[in-house]
């Protein structure tokens, strides 16, 4: 079993920077794909930001050249380097972890912190 905790949410204002982390607890392999989502009230859970089977990472139009994802396989920890914020942004962002072994499936998900932006 795999826990993962999200930390580094909070008020910011339009145009300021913040830097999620995500710690995996338990048993996770350098190939299981890492990745970040969010959900703002009243919307759909959206696919951020990901890091890619075979190396290279992923990240939505909609924060491309403003968000990065990286990992650090030695900590077990992905995070998510998001700057120029924008109200928008506003969401709990949630870290999701997934893989398989020996064709088995597996996918874990943090409980989510919360990213606000607002003047």
């Known amino acids: 079993q795999v826990h993962l905790e999200e930390s580094g949410g909070g008020l910011v204002q339009p145009g300021e920077s913040l830097r999620l982390s995500c710690v995996a607890s338990?048993?996770?392999?350098?190939?299981?794909?890492m990745e970040w989502h969010r959900q703002a009230p009243g919307q759909r859970r959206e696919l951020v930001a990901e890091?890619?089977?075979?190396?290279?990472?992923r990240a939505a139009d909609s924060v491309k050249g403003r968000f990065a994802i990286s990992r650090d396989n030695d900590k077990n920890t992905v995070y998510l380097q998001m700057k120029d914020l924008k109200p928008e942004d506003t969401a709990v962002y949630f870290c999701h972890v997934w893989g398989n072994t020996d064709g088995h499936y597996y996918h874990y998900w943090g409980q989510g912190t919360q990213v606000t932006v607002s003047s």
């Open positions: 890091t890619l089977i075979g190396g290279g990472t």
């Open positions: 338990g048993s996770i392999k350098s190939s299981d794909v």
